[in-house]
Structure formats: C-alpha cells, structure tokens
C-alpha cells in the first residue's frame, strides 16, 4: 500500500470509463457482466409504483416523503439526509461544496469521486491499496493532514468488504470520510455498513438504489451526514434534483417489503458469488486468480491476456469489464457481475473458450 500524486491528467486510468460502455452500440446484444446492475430488474410492482408517479408530473418535485422514509429506514433525523441523483450527483457535490485542502482516495476503487474531485479544481493524492495484501485498508497509511478521504465498501471493483472499525478509525477532527456503501445491499445483513451511525466524526455516507433495485437509468440516491453537512450539499443543489419518479422509488425501495425483498436477493446474490468463485478457480493452471474473499455483486480477477480474452468474450456473447481504468491496477484484471448460475455456466464455457483462443 503507498501514497501517490498523479499527475495532471493521469493518463494511465481513463477515469470517466465506466462498464456500461462495454454493452453500448454493438455491445448491446451481449450478455452483460460488465455493468453492477442486478439483473432481472426492476421488478413488477416497482415499475407500477413509478408508472402510478408519472399522473404527477405536472406539479415540481416534492422530496419530503422519499426523505422521510429514508431517514425512517436509518433511524436518523431527515436533518441528516440528502437525496441526489444517483451516487454521482453525491460526488460532485462533495468536490463543489466542501472547502479541503488534501483530498485523498483510496484505490482501486469506482472513479468518478476522483475524476468529480479534479474537475472541480482539487489535486488529489491517492492510497494504492496492494493485491499482495488483499486490496485491504491500513488506516495508518492515509495521511494524517488528508481532510477528505473517499473510500468504498464493499469496494469497486475488488469486491473487499472493510470491517467497519478499520474504516471509522481513518476519522480525525477537521475531516470529512466519505464511504460509498452503493454495493452495501447487495451484502447479506449488510455487514460493516456505517449508515446510521451518528458518532462516527465528520462520516457522509452515500448510498445508491440503482444497483440493487436496476434503477440505474432513473438516478436516485442518497447522502446520510451530520445536518451542517447536508444543509452545505443541499446549497450545491439546483432546485428539485431528483424527479417524481425518482422520488416515489426512493420512498417505495426503503420500504419493509423492499427491504426484507432486498435482503432474500443478498443472499441469493452470495450463492451465486460462490458458484462463479468455484468456476473460475478451475482456470487457476491457465494464471487465473481470483481476488478473495469477494463480498459484493461482482468478483475481481487477474489473468494472463486479459485483454484478448476479453476480446474473444464479446465474439462469444459475453461483455466483461476491463480493469486497467482502476488505478492500482493493469491490463491483466477483469471485473465480472454476479448473474444466476445458468447465465454464469454459459459464461464459464465461454471463457473456458477465449482462454484457449488467447493463447493460440
């Protein structure tokens, strides 16, 4: 693990790549493990709730009861809650609103905080954590004077999911912690999670419902802060972010029923996890390796040729996401979304076939 100072522009990581440019135009027709997005959804009587949303359109959006029942869901005052569209908004708002001095991100993880934080005129040092050491945190190697620091967990695209002592102890007065828990309902019983604690110092949680409830084409998130915190975000705002659509999935997604829904695909979502883990240790004569333990909705991996192998997928149906966009790691990695054992099975036989084109 060690510190670096990119350079301006960095152009080793394309930081605003992002999966769904792997299932784009031609790549549409793939089967698609490259986006984090859970298939098969959203369900029907989401779909309906927003389709009853759009007789509202007329009126301005009014965010009081999405906010209220996601303060509910996390026992926190609505005080301490933001809605946004999408975790993005969150990030940029974060960049803009906030007056730091040292921001630090700790990588590999999801890009657009940085790339947010760089647009917005920040230099942003970064804490490389190492596959020798299992893409694990040590606190001790962000810098004392950092007075923000961004981290995901579970991460994207390592999978790593952070206990939740080793993250709350990066707090310092005079420092805002940013943890992206986007992926945290995808965790069964969403182990680790910080949302809703309140004694954690200077703690902004994000979280997203695009990934778990496929929402991704209808933005819609939340911030969980310290009231003087979302009150400095919410002047960054334009007037009414997040739609009545939106609005209304927010409110249904942090219902009882959504969230036991939720926690039944977490565990479903685990044992499909450990099907694909299975599988892709059979590769391990070909160099393959899987980073472990994977918590998330997606598996991290490094191979020889990855890049042609990735290649030869998509002739074969299949769309995986490149790797070396994450900083702190290369050509050799791919990230791969959980799907259901059929889907994976297809994919396993597919890839049983690029290796084998890739080495010819």
């Known amino acids: 693990m060690h510190l670096h100072t990119p350079t301006e522009g960095d152009g080793a990581h394309d930081l605003r790549h992002h999966g769904d440019a792997e299932v784009r135009d ?48 996390h026992a926190l005052p609505v005080e301490r809650v933001l809605l946004t569209a999408g975790a993005a908004e ?8 906030l007056k730091v001095r040292r921001p630090v991100v700790v990588h590999p993880q999801f890009t657009e ?26 606190a001790g190697a962000v810098p004392e004077d950092a007075d923000l620091v961004v981290i995901g967990n579970p991460t994207n695209p390592t999978s790593v999911l952070h206990p939740a002592p080793s993250i709350a102890e990066l707090a310092r007065p005079g420092r805002t912690l940013v943890v992206d828990e986007a992926f945290m309902d995808a965790v069964p019983g969403e182990r680790e999670a910080l949302a809703g604690r309140t004694d954690v110092p200077g703690l902004v949680v994000l979280r997203s419902l695009t990934k778990t409830w496929g929402l991704a ?25 997040v739609s009545t659509p939106a609005l209304a999935a927010a409110e249904v997604c942090v219902s009882p029923r959504a969230l036991a829904e939720a926690a039944h695909a977490a565990h479903r979502i685990a044992a499909d996890r450990a099907h694909l883990v299975a599988g892709l ?16 909705p997606f598996v991290l991996v490094r191979l020889p040729r990855a890049a042609a192998v990735r290649g030869h997928l998509r002739g074969l149906g299949f769309a995986v996401r490149r790797g070396d966009t994450f900083p702190g790691l290369g050509e050799e990695w791919l990230r791969l979304a959980v799907r259901d054992r059929a889907t994976v099975n297809r994919f396993l036989q597919a890839l049983d076939r690029a290796v084998t084109l890739a080495d010819r």
């Open 26 to 73: 031609e790549g549409s027709a793939l089967t698609d493990l490259a986006v984090n997005v859970r298939a098969d959804t959203p369900p029907a009587w989401l779909r309906e709730r927003i389709a009853e949303s759009l007789g509202g359109l007329a009126a301005y959006p009014d965010g009081r009861a999405a906010r209220a029942a996601v303060a509910q869901r």
């Open 90 to 97: 969150a990030f940029v708002l974060l960049a803009r609103a």
């Open 113 to 138: 905080p940085e790339a947010a934080l760089r647009d917005a005129g920040h230099t942003v040092d970064r804490v490389l954590l190492r596959e020798e050491d299992g893409f694990r945190l040590d």
């Open 217 to 241: 084409g209808l933005r819609i998130g939340y911030v969980l802060a310290a009231p003087e915190t979302v009150a400095e975000l919410e002047r960054a705002q334009p007037l009414w972010p």
């Open 281 to 296: 240790r059979e590769f391990a004569s070909d160099g393959l390796c899987v980073a472990e333990p994977a918590e998330g």
